[in-house]
């Protein structure tokens, strides 16, 4: 059974940093195999892209609302993907979830790419 588990919200103070984590275990295919993505959902919003990198981690993508703040990672040695979160900022208040795109070509933002989904982590930056 595919999962996908976030850990490392919280409630923090605006300029606070944070480091999410997505442990990803039951994949039928190496960890490698999977663009890893990160997506938020904000009160009353839909969901959103945040942050993408491809399997190797040789490349990256980032929403505009988030770049220069927002940095992801991953080891694939240890079936793990991580959103390094800098200088947050109210807005950046919701839901955080990873989700895993299975052998795609490149990082899509698209919500309806992803075959797989964690179950969130909580975000809430006071002001």
């Known amino acids: 059974q595919v999962r996908l588990r976030e850990s490392g919200g919280g409630l923090v103070q605006a300029g606070d940093s944070l480091r999410l984590s997505c442990a990803a275990s039951g994949f039928t295919f190496s960890f490698s195999s999977y663009v890893m993505g990160w997506f938020r959902r904000a009160p009353g919003k839909e969901r959103e892209f945040v942050a993408g990198?491809?399997?190797?981690?040789?490349?990256?993508d980032f929403a505009d609302s988030v770049k220069g703040r927002f940095t992801i990672s991953r080891d694939n040695a240890k079936n793990t993907a991580y959103l390094q979160i800098n200088s947050l900022k109210p807005e950046d208040t919701a839901v955080y979830y990873c989700a895993a795109d299975q052998f795609a070509a490149r990082i899509r933002i698209m919500t309806s790419a992803y075959d797989y989904w964690g179950q969130g982590t909580q975000v809430t930056v006071s002001s």
């Open positions: 990198i491809s399997r190797n981690g040789g490349s990256t």
